[in-house]
């Protein structure tokens, strides 16, 4: 029988607060110390304790990281959802589950394998206490698929001696629930399966962490000191993993006292206003959110528009409004966030793809808020978010200055003739500002929106409101050059694609089976708004440029058509917004059938 | 309307402080309130007071809302920075402002509308973050700038400029910071000079949360039957007056009066203030104590000034969050960047 290695869909179907995440991520995390590609993904619901929950972990040794369509391996463990389970199997597939009661005939497939284990029977000798029965259930299965998988058994119980470190009366049980399965496995099991792992250098020197995480890092290393947000899901983490670093490497070492103030706000447009307040007074500062956030915060946004005020958000998307759906991931914030508030407001958006981008962008948008002095809004998704994603290593270039923008010092104030804070005197549209309490005589102004002249004087002259936002505009282009530029490939060939953020995930696995359909494209990862010269050339250089995103509207077309004014023909909305990540299978689909429907012509001819 | 800056001589005879700068050297533009509105009144305190204590006069920072009294910050201490920041929000951006520089002065100024209502939030939560500011509300009952609706401190039953009645329960912001944990609590009257001076100083002092509210009387919609400063009075008097906008030149409303006594002040909507001057027997270190007394007196439609709560040795939100004593604005690469090698660390226990 031949052994398919190293590829594979995993699907773990638990009961939320059952205690299943922590086993499921040892899974993921032995692979990728096995150094085999994984990536996962939550699917969880609004819920604390109770409702369905499944993990899945794409298996890879090709290195592709999006979602794929199909479960290979289905881990059954929840009654409520079975039925749905054992019917997402895909044919030739394997479903195991708790086989302590008996399943019903109506629910047998002939196109899988059923693999059975009596958990709950097994266990009842071993374990009295029923909640670390219940508990032991899921390192138990763990146990077992080492064995059906082939996991090298040491990585895993290398594992928990690491996650129990200090709690070794825990270790032991633990270690002996791995070892029930993975002999029930060897005995009764046939195991290993003709699917399995085995070690690969495929991994590298890759870490696994998630965006929030990264994002954090990213903020405490490009210097933030003010963190202000309110609890959301999926954007909590950003905030509680800059304490949790902050906690460590931003303590003054003399006093142990913090260099840094992070204030868990009473809502969304509390939190936006302490990140205005502390940037308009010098600090660096960020708030990470959702989209219900970015629709609180939009009145704030406009007014640091207008009043020229630095600040970052992190906006991590999902579905909306309200609970339920929000817990999945989508882009669907890219307009809100474009032009976010009310008048005429637009601003500078970043779309990270992976962690490392995180980080980058963490400490980037950091730099270019104080340049541009206005808000920099940072497009995550809960997909990259709060998944364990693999990521190149973080590096800091230990000579980085941090880019402060134009800020008059004291000293500078004592050489100047006359103050204006508004003055385009570089023509790039950004004037010189200065923060309170600098100079006894010199530079203090007053802030506010739109009713003011370059002196920063009150007035409602028509001509001073109309020069100012033409300067704004100025301003404009200038972060169009300043901002991460498109990623390309361009060769020239008729047709194209455009993506970004988590949607680049599954994108090299679509374009290669595109490949194999004779459909080679171009491709353009946009990377920011507003958008450089770049894509507008990539668009022009192309027939026909499909546009692939995780929303209905189709946002980022709507996005270009408006900004660059391209023929709406020529771009083709590919949207996937159904609350899982789109898929390389969605992606290859929809391409193929808008080349069959309109006989778009192939590099080569596919017999069928 | 444009900004007007006020000439800057002044006469020979004005008192200097200890910097040698008068009182002009802590003014503002010329305010384009009304004539003879209480927020004039007090923006003319907090500058005798800043002056009176000698800071130098660039050293706040001022934040305020949105409306009349959110105005006032341009009106005072202009070579200190101010911004004036969306309705309601002056608390969180005063937070930001505070996180980011510990050394400055804090002054925020809002208005019962501001605090009250859309702000009610930020007002509650500011307050117990204990913030190191004073916090100023322009208590005048009434929208001004959107001609004369109640705001939530307005008291039930009085009348607006159409003579219909309030029908809800006021709001005691007073009260509320008390219940709120604010460190120094007060209640003046916009008129009331030798009280409200003293205490902008003593909250400017104050370590921590030092909320003030101010009764400060709305003169443009003092339009009630028997004043003679209403419209109607004037209409008939043939003045000429066509516009529903025209705003009369009213008298500053005042009041000097003694502790332990009443003053009863007539105010524009043509109700009656019982202003209650607390005396010296009156304990200000005891905030349950204060909270009763304030509800019992309001009870018998009193209202308590002077300086209801005060806690010397409250902590403040840079205490709360152990920050360095270094302000975090004044903080650089050096002192932010924990480095490479930290960070391949941080990549190690990623694998």
Not at chain 2, 234 to 254: F, K, L, P, W
């Amino acid at each position: 029988m031949s052994v398919i290695h190293n590829d594979f869909v995993i699907r773990f179907a638990n009961v939320n607060g059952s205690g299943s995440a922590s086993a499921n991520g040892m899974f993921a995390k032995a692979l990728f110390r096995m150094g085999i590609p994984v990536a996962t993904r939550n699917i969880f619901p609004s819920n604390i304790q109770g409702l369905p929950t499944w993990f899945e972990v794409r298996v890879s040794e090709q290195g592709y990281l999006g979602r794929r369509e199909g479960v290979d391996i289905m881990v059954a463990m929840n009654a409520e959802t079975f039925v749905e389970d054992v019917g997402s199997v895909s044919p030739g597939g394997y479903l195991l589950y708790d086989n302590s009661k008996p399943i019903a005939k109506t629910l047998k497939r002939d196109d899988i394998t059923e693999i059975g284990i009596p958990l709950s029977t097994m266990l009842l000798p071993e374990f009295t206490d029923p909640k670390q029965r219940s508990l032991f259930k899921n390192i138990t299965y763990l146990g077992a698929l080492s064995g059906l998988l082939n996991i090298d058994f040491e990585v895993i119980t290398g594992m928990v001696a690491t996650q129990y470190k200090g709690k070794d009366a825990l270790i032991q049980p633990n270690i002996h629930a791995l070892e029930l399965g993975r002999q029930y496995a060897y005995e009764y099991l046939n195991a290993p399966l003709p699917i399995q792992v085995r070690q690969s250098d495929q991994v590298g020197d890759r870490i696994m962490i998630d965006g929030n995480a990264a994002a954090a890092l990213g903020a405490l290393y490009g210097g933030a000191t003010v963190c202000a947000w309110y609890p959301i899901t999926p954007s909590t983490s950003v905030a509680e993993a800059f304490e949790l670093h902050a906690n460590r490497l931003r303590v003054e070492h003399d006093s142990g006292q913090k260099k840094f103030a992070i204030v868990q706000a009473e809502d969304e447009l509390a939190a936006i206003g302490i990140v205005i307040g502390a940037a308009w007074n010098g600090a660096r500062s960020f708030t990470a959110t959702s989209g219900p956030g970015v629709s609180l915060m939009s009145e704030f946004l406009g007014l640091a528009y207008f009043a020229e005020i630095p600040a970052v958000l992190w906006d991590i998307q999902r579905a909306g409004p309200s609970t339920g759906m929000p817990t999945r991931t989508q882009q669907s914030d890219v307009l809100a966030a474009a032009y976010a508030s009310h008048g005429d407001t637009k601003h500078p958006v970043l779309f990270p793809a992976t962690p490392k981008e995180c980080f980058d962008f963490g400490a980037e948008s950091l730099d270019l808020a104080d340049r541009l002095q206005t808000p920099i809004i940072v497009l995550s998704d809960l997909e990259l978010g709060m998944n364990d994603n693999l990521s190149e290593p973080f590096e800091w270039d230990d000579s980085r200055t941090y880019d402060r923008g134009k800020v008059y010092t004291a000293e500078d104030l004592d050489e100047l003739e006359v103050f204006g804070r508004y003055l385009d005197i570089d023509g790039d549209g950004i004037g010189y500002r200065t923060l309170p309490g600098t100079h006894p005589d010199k530079g203090a102004f007053f802030t506010r929106g739109t009713s003011r002249d370059e002196f920063a004087a009150y007035t409602e002259s028509p001509e001073a409101y109309e020069r100012n936002m033409q300067r704004l505009l100025t301003k404009w282009e200038t972060a169009a050059k300043l901002v991460p530029s498109a990623e390309i490939n361009n060769q020239k060939r008729g047709v194209g694609v455009i993506y970004y953020g988590t949607t680049s995930l599954p994108m090299p696995e679509a374009l290669e089976q595109l490949s194999a359909e004779g459909i080679t494209i171009d491709t353009c990862r946009i990377r920011a708004f507003p958008f450089g010269d770049e894509v507008a050339e990539f668009v022009d250089s192309h027939e026909l440029v499909f546009v692939v995103e995780q929303n209905r509207d189709a946002q980022m077309r709507k996005l270009l058509i408006n900004e660059n004014e391209f023929s709406p023909q020529k771009l083709v909305a590919v949207t996937y917004y159904a609350g899982l990540s789109i898929s390389a299978d969605f992606i290859y689909g929809e391409i193929l059938k808008y080349y069959q429907e309109n006989k778009l012509s192939r590099l080569t001819e596919v017999q069928k | 309307m444009t900004f007007v800056a006020k000439p800057r001589t002044h006469h020979p005879l004005l008192p200097v402080n200890e910097l040698g700068l008068t009182r002009r050297d802590y003014e503002g533009s010329v305010s384009t309130l009304c004539a003879g509105c209480g927020h004039d009144s007090v923006s003319a305190a907090i500058v005798q007071a800043c002056a009176e204590l000698s800071i130098p006069p660039h050293r706040f920072a001022k934040v305020s809302g949105i409306g009349c009294s959110s105005k006032t910050p341009s009106y005072f201490l202009n070579k200190s920075h101010g911004l004036n920041s969306v309705h309601g929000r002056m608390p969180s951006v005063m937070t930001g402002a505070n996180l980011a520089n510990r050394d400055l002065y804090c002054v925020g100024v809002s208005g019962d509308g501001d605090s009250a209502s859309i702000g009610m939030g930020q007002f509650a939560h500011i307050v117990r973050r204990r913030i190191n500011m004073l916090y100023v509300v322009d208590n005048n009952g009434t929208y001004g700038l959107t001609k004369g609706q109640f705001s939530a401190t307005n008291d039930k039953g009085s009348t607006s400029k159409k003579g219909a009645p309030n029908l809800y329960e006021p709001i005691d912001l007073a009260s509320m910071a008390l219940q709120l944990g604010a460190s120094f609590v007060a209640r003046s009257f916009s008129g009331d000079k030798q009280q409200l001076v003293p205490l902008i100083k003593a909250a400017l002092v104050h370590k921590g949360m030092a909320f003030i509210d101010v009764i400060s009387p709305c003169v443009a919609f003092n339009n009630h039957n028997g004043s003679t400063k209403s419209y109607e009075h004037i209409r008939q008097h043939g003045q000429n007056v066509v516009n529903a906008d025209y705003i009369a030149d009213h008298e500053e409303i005042t009041a000097d009066y003694e502790p332990g006594t009443f003053e009863d002040v007539s105010m524009p909507d043509g109700s009656t203030l019982r202003l209650f001057k607390i005396d010296e027997n009156y304990d200000p270190h005891d905030r349950v104590s204060a909270l009763n007394y304030v509800q019992r007196r309001g009870q018998e439609g009193e209202v308590v000034t002077g300086l209801l709560y005060v806690d010397p040795d409250a902590s403040d939100c840079h205490e709360i969050l152990d920050t360095v004593q270094r302000p975090l604005n004044e903080l650089q690469e050096t002192d932010l960047c924990p480095g490479n090698d930290a960070l391949q660390a941080v990549n190690e226990s990623f694998r």
